[in-house]
């Protein structure tokens, strides 16, 4: 799965603002060429959610360009997401090579275009020779080229969130922590970058506090959902970790977590926590609406995890859920001292 969570941790969204691109509405929706059936499909109903779920609600007070593109980059996320998981097992492979060959078409006509050349990244993409020439066919593809044009973003962090969904169909479980933050480089971090270079203000170091910043959110999306994961037969707690608690995979399918569980997620609380508190300094390096929606990100991984820790760390018994007023609290405190 992908950081999806980056854009929709919050509980409210602002429906009076229409920001979903064009290409992605419910009459324009329709792929071109030899996109299949499945693939458009998937890729039109992830550009509704992006218009009908969840953004942090520092969102909404951003500029129309900025939440245009956002939703722009989210609907992709969703379509990277829905073809990984919720897709027929035997299709998603297909699927997600469809969309990274759709990938290479944008960024090969986007190298062809007046202009064009702002747009950063290889059109080949990971899978060398790239696509048959044409647009692209996926009205989540098409929908991000505005954003790739004016904001220059690089290929590479489209690749790496699909193929973090390529891993998840042959990757179950993670032996150490250091494949878990391998992973999150794929699933996570892109997206934070993503997110820079829609502001603007893309630099190696600001993207060196980003991608802490993402992977600590993707952990807590993990330790929120470690019930959820396992149903779908999935692990991202560290084997070592496990081991090193005393905690079995029969702990993690109990209805109640155990002490054996609960210190374990105490342990991975504390260290997404340290993780993120390392990377939040990123928002001091930022002003106006860039520094707005960091800030929010960055909230709403606090929210998290302190919500995981309010629970007394049983993430088995419900998903540990924060309230608006955390989130809230906590991007204020984010916003006005830069950390």
Not at 100 to 123: H, I, T
Not at 239 to 252: A, I, K, S
Request: one cysteine or more; glycine letters at 10%.
């Amino acid at each position: 799965m992908t950081l999806t969570s980056l854009f929709a941790f919050a509980s409210e969204l602002c429906r009076d603002r229409d920001v979903t691109p064009e290409a992605t509405r419910t009459g324009e929706c329709r792929a071109t060429g030899a996109a299949s059936t499945s693939a458009a499909a998937i890729a039109a109903q992830a550009g509704a959610k992006a218009s009908a779920e969840n953004f942090p609600v520092a969102l909404r007070f951003l500029p129309r360009r900025y939440r245009g593109h956002l939703a722009a980059v989210y609907g992709f996320a969703r379509s990277v997401d829905d073809m990984g998981d919720e897709a027929a097992p035997p299709e998603r492979a297909a699927l997600l090579d469809e969309l990274e060959a759709d990938v290479r078409r944008l960024y090969r006509m986007m190298s062809r275009s007046p202009g064009g050349g702002r747009a950063g990244g290889e059109a080949g993409g990971p899978g060398g020779a790239g696509s048959d020439g044409g647009p692209p066919r996926l009205s989540a593809v098409r929908a991000l080229a505005p954003a790739v044009v004016t904001c220059a973003i690089p290929a590479q962090p489209f690749y790496d969130l699909i193929a973090a969904n390529r891993q998840d169909q042959v990757v179950s479980r993670y032996p150490a922590f250091g494949d878990l933050e391998d992973y999150c480089r794929l699933s996570a971090n892109p997206v934070g970058r993503i997110v820079l270079h829609v502001f603007g203000v893309a630099t190696p170091e600001r993207e060196a506090l980003s991608d802490r910043v993402c992977t600590a959110l993707q952990l807590a999306e993990h330790w929120q959902d470690v019930a959820e994961d396992l149903r779908a037969g999935r692990i991202y707690l560290p084997q070592e970790d496990m081991q090193r608690f005393g905690c079995t995979e029969d702990d993690l399918a109990a209805p109640r977590a155990s002490p054996q569980v609960r210190a374990l997620m105490a342990f991975e609380e504390r260290r997404a926590r340290h993780l993120l508190d390392s990377g939040a300094p990123i928002v001091g390096t930022l002003r106006g609406a860039a520094r707005l929606a960091v800030a929010g990100y960055v909230a709403g991984g606090r929210a998290a995890l302190a919500a995981i820790a309010a629970s007394g760390h049983d993430v088995l018994r419900a998903t540990p859920r924060p309230g608006q007023a955390r989130v809230a609290a906590e991007m204020v405190r984010a916003y006005a001292t830069g950390n």
